[in-house]
């Protein structure tokens, strides 16, 4: 079975604090890794993937199979960075399972 | 638009009845994602579906049924509702090979009020 797991509901920072959202995941074998980004108002929309290793509006996510996690990171949170964050993990038959999500609420 | 659409966008209805929303994926989109977000509860996935033919399910009630057309279109069918039903439920799609595999378009979803 695949699971995912997003501890916090709720994260608050101040502008320009870092930021880190935090995902845990259960898989078998090798899953594949996403963050999704839902702004208010607006429809989840895929924020990055593990395998493309990239930085998407400053956010970046390594994947650490020893620890079973794929946190996202952001050295500076800006106040439009305030959204609904969800992990998803694709196992096998591109199952995609999310987690509960977490809210990112930046003060200003 | 060739994203994701979803109707009706709202809906409103009593204990009892069946309702059947709808999803047409994005242009080129084999797959189609049906999942249920409830206060406090996330993303429920519900069932997939993979060029008319079930690929996945998750926690789908035996009350709630789906199906995907050959024109690839897809409807979720959600009967006997109950008021624990009330929730947006999302329609997602990706394609189906390479790079856009297993990345998920999202619609808008269609939020059910069950009174």
Redesign the interface.
């Known amino acids: 079975a695949q699971r995912v797991t997003?501890p916090e509901?709720l994260l608050s920072v101040f502008k320009g604090a870092p930021v880190e959202l935090k995902c845990n995941y259960s898989y078998s074998g090798s899953p594949?890794l996403?963050w999704?980004v839902q702004y208010s108002r607006q429809?989840?929309?895929?924020l990055l993937?593990h395998i493309s290793r990239e930085s998407i509006k400053g956010f970046t996510a390594d994947l650490n199979k020893g620890e079973t996690s794929f946190h996202l990171k952001k050295p500076f949170a800006q106040e439009e960075d305030s959204a609904m964050y969800?992990c998803?993990l694709?196992g096998g038959?591109?199952?995609?399972?999310?987690?509960?999500?977490t809210k990112l609420q930046v003060i200003p | 638009d060739s994203g994701v659409t979803q109707t009706p966008k709202h809906l409103i209805t009593a204990t009892g009845q069946r309702v059947t929303l709808r999803c047409s994926p994005r242009s080129g989109d084999l797959s189609v994602y049906w999942y249920q977000q409830s206060l406090d509860q996330g993303l429920q996935f519900l069932i997939q579906y993979y060029n008319g033919e079930e690929r996945a399910k998750g926690n789908i009630l035996e009350r709630f049924s789906a199906q995907q057309f050959p024109d690839l279109h897809s409807e979720l069918n959600l009967s006997s509702l109950e008021l624990g039903d009330s929730a947006l439920y999302f329609c997602a799609s990706s394609g189906w090979w390479g790079t856009g595999a297993n990345v998920l378009t999202f619609g808008a979803g269609s939020r059910l009020t069950v009174l």
């Open positions: 997003q509901k594949e996403f999704y429809r989840l929309q895929l993937r969800y998803a694709s038959y591109q199952k995609v399972t999310f987690g509960t999500g």
